[in-house]
């Protein structure tokens, strides 16, 4: 769930007008540790289902084509046409979808259900072509083998997703992710409106959510000390500029100063711990 919360605000954060500062966190966030074994498996996952694909377009093929166009190389000319035409579809959908919907405004739901209906037959009939082309067999040879492929495809891709997973450890690393951005509810989810740009107003309350949660990779010890000396200096000078007569100024700056030295006395934990001696192989 915390992995589509973050989807859904990149989404939001995307139609701002403004969202560089929001591209640059997320540049931070992708160098954490958890997230970089993140996208390895992602990656991964994309070389191992592109290989799967053309086994499974091989296989379906032994079975609904057969004769001497059932091979591995026409099995991979299904796969790279079938993988290039979803990207060219969703590229003219990007450049033509807006002045296409602009033209049907006032066009009623029935007639847009109906037009929906005649794209997504179309490219039906596109994937079903593909086959049909390069192995030379009839419409419901082609559909077999369309049928077969999706089959192998669910129940295979499904099965490497788990063994993929399983060699990565993903639940571990999810569940790793997961902690390092807070350790109960509410910490997450300011966690991340902070990596959507939605930063507590008062510059003190900024610099003491970054230096109790970075953004990006976990601080150095050296890192963090200069951070908390930034922080009591800037402490300082709003302690000395309090206003007389104000107890919520007060309160606020207690609780900035409770955080500060909650940070001083961590780095001060550290610092003081006693080096781990190499291991001796």
Not at 120 to 148: D, H, R, S, T
């Amino acid at each position: 769930m915390q992995i589509f919360s973050l989807g859904a605000m990149a989404v939001e954060a995307a139609s701002q007008p403004d969202f560089q500062p929001v591209l640059a966190r997320l540049g931070e966030f992708m160098q954490r540790d958890e997230v970089r074994w993140l996208r390895n498996f992602f990656l991964a996952m994309f070389i191992a289902t592109q290989l799967l694909n053309i086994l499974w377009c091989w296989i379906a093929s032994k079975i609904a084509v057969r004769g001497e166009h059932a091979t591995l190389g026409n099995a991979c000319k299904v796969w790279l046409v079938s993988l290039l035409l979803p990207l060219a579809i969703g590229a003219g959908l990007f450049f033509f979808g807006p002045m296409v919907i602009g033209s049907l405004d006032g066009i009623s739901p029935a007639s847009a259900l109906a037009l929906f209906g005649c794209f997504f037959f179309l490219c039906l009939l596109l994937f079903l072509f593909i086959p049909m082309q390069v192995y030379e067999i009839g419409f419901l040879n082609a559909l077999g083998f369309v049928v077969l492929t999706v089959i192998f495809t669910a129940v295979g891709n499904s099965a490497a997703q788990v063994v993929v997973g399983n060699l990565f450890h993903m639940k571990g690393r999810i569940e790793a992710l997961k902690n390092s951005t807070g350790k109960t509810d509410a910490e997450r989810q300011a966690f991340t409106d902070r990596l959507f740009g939605k930063d507590a107003p008062d510059e003190i309350d900024r610099m003491l959510d970054d230096a109790a949660q970075p953004i990006g990779r976990a601080k150095t010890l050296t890192e963090r000390e200069a951070t908390i000396q930034s922080i009591q200096q800037k402490l300082e000078a709003r302690h000395r500029a309090l206003p007389p007569g104000n107890p919520q100024a007060l309160t606020t700056f207690q609780v900035q100063f409770d955080r500060y030295m909650h940070l001083l006395n961590q780095a001060k934990t550290d610092r003081a711990a006693p080096l781990t001696p190499p291991k001796k192989s």
